[in-house]
């Protein structure tokens, strides 16, 4: 059926639907007419107040969505540069390992690194303690494991790699190896 047809259908159609509430509406006294349309009107609002409540609550549960999203982006906005200053904290440290404090150069290359660990704490990110404690996978890779007298297996006996936790978040895991 071509689309004029079906135009020319649906015209007929709703000629004829409008022909047949137009004689409905003769026959009907005037009370029962205003009846009729109020029920009309009354179906009508219902409709209306149905799109209503779903438009206001479509409204605001994007904008409880886009409130929690800002706030996880503004938690979190420091985890790519955490990433990536963390290999400079890992030199800061290798530079330090063993070395006295009495050199200038050494001093000055531990007050950076203190200055460094200070600002990346008031920012979230937390060093993961796991020495001394039990393996766990959730924060740890364990890439050695050791026959160790008077430790339990399965406790961290050495930190390869610090790990590092961004707020509740994992930033980085901790290389260890664990005791057997």
């Known amino acids: 059926m071509s689309k004029k047809n079906k135009d020319k259908n649906t015209e007929e159609n709703s000629e004829l639907k409008t022909a047949e509430e137009s004689t409905e509406q003769q026959e009907l006294s005037p009370e029962e007419k205003m009846q009729k349309e109020i029920d009309d009107l009354k179906h009508e609002l219902d409709v209306c107040k149905n799109a209503y409540y ?20 503004n938690k979190y906005r420091i985890q790519s540069f ?19 404090l009495d050199d200038p150069f050494v001093k000055g290359v531990k007050l950076t690194y203190d200055q460094i660990m200070h600002a990346m704490d008031q920012e979230g990110v937390k060093v993961i303690e796991c020495l001394d404690k039990p393996f766990d996978a959730n924060y740890c890779h364990a890439l050695m494991t050791e026959k160790v007298e008077g430790k339990e297996p399965n406790i961290v006996i050495e930190v390869l790699q610090k790990g590092y936790m961004l ?14």
């Open 167 to 180: 707020k509740d978040r994992l930033l980085r895991a901790a290389l260890v190896k664990v005791s057997e």
């Open 82 to 100: 955490a990433l990536s200053i963390l290999p400079s904290i890992d030199s800061l440290e290798r530079a330090l390992d063993g070395k006295s």
């Open 54 to 73: 779903r438009a206001y609550a479509d409204a605001d549960n994007l904008k409880k969505r886009l409130q929690n999203e800002a706030d996880q982006a």
